[in-house]
């Protein structure tokens, strides 16, 4: 580990908003705030929103100033990112910003039923390879289930192609319902539902314009940004989608092809 990321994890042991809970330890130690976020960290009746995977909290900073009166919580397995948002939040006074550094598949441990409003999945990785590590997979949603209210909203945010069409598939497959869904945010009009870019709140249209480190690299390249903001109902057992789906052609940003293989399910 270089020096630098030693300093940001030292440093990172000080905040007050960053709960550091890795498999090891929350195996070992169960969370204890889990159900009591709101009475003992942000003293408020306020709703919740997650943003997981958020990385350099981004999303989860730019949304707590948008929304004064929200809590939100940045979840990602990174510290060296997550220092970045924190720090910053820290900054600026946002005291509706927490940041717990966790594995997502285990995310489940650290809420109870009924407690978080809103998910935000923004640059997710695909997980083109395997279907149970994708954020959008019924794997997941079964879980999200276990604390986001009934019908509680999920945001997805991506450039990848392959994610965006696989998590349409699964939406439809299994009727959940779709309020908004556009394959290219920043220039097409028109969304599914007939949902045009000027029947948007301020609100929400300042939302949706908060880039991510990524997103803005997506962006020079000229790749589209999709959105798409569906419900999670609780009731009736979901499915996965059994389709072929191309994979994306693009190389990662610094990084090497994602997979020799053309399709997957």
Not at 1 to 28: D, H
Not at 63 to 92: C, H, M, S, W
Not at 156 to 165: E, M, P, V, Y
Not at 196 to 219: A, C, F, V
Request: net charge negative; charged share 30%; with cysteine.
């Amino acid at each position: 580990m270089s020096k630098g990321k030693l300093q940001k994890f030292a440093e990172m042991e000080t905040f007050k908003n960053v709960f550091q809970y890795p498999y090891s330890v929350v195996s070992e130690v169960p969370f204890e705030m889990r159900g009591h976020w709101r009475e003992q960290y942000f003293h408020n009746d306020n709703p919740i929103v997650l943003e997981l995977g958020c990385g350099k909290g981004e999303y989860t900073v730019g949304l707590a100033r948008v929304y004064p009166n929200i809590n939100f919580i940045g979840v990602d397995i990174k510290g060296a990112r997550i220092y970045t948002g924190a720090k910053q939040a820290l900054n600026e006074g946002l005291d509706n910003v927490a940041f717990l550094r966790t594995s997502i598949e285990i995310i489940d441990r650290f809420f109870s039923e009924d407690e978080v409003q809103e998910i935000w999945l923004t640059f997710s990785d695909p997980q083109m390879k395997n279907v149970n590590k994708r954020l959008t997979s019924t794997f997941f949603m079964n879980r999200y289930r276990r604390f986001l209210v009934d019908g509680g909203l999920v945001h997805l945010k991506t450039d990848s192609n392959f994610l965006f069409t696989y998590t349409t598939y699964m939406v439809n497959v299994n009727k959940l319902p779709v309020l908004y869904r556009t394959e290219d945010l920043y220039n097409n009009e028109l969304g599914e539902k007939g949902v045009t870019d000027s029947q948007m709140d301020e609100k929400t249209r300042e939302i949706l314009g908060i880039h991510t480190y990524y997103e803005n690299q997506w962006i020079e390249r000229g790749l589209n940004i999709k959105y798409m903001k569906f419900q999670l109902p609780r009731e009736g057992e979901l499915v996965e989608p059994d389709v072929e789906i191309e994979l994306d052609d693009y190389r990662s940003f610094k990084r090497t092809k994602r997979s020799s293989l053309s399709t997957s399910k």
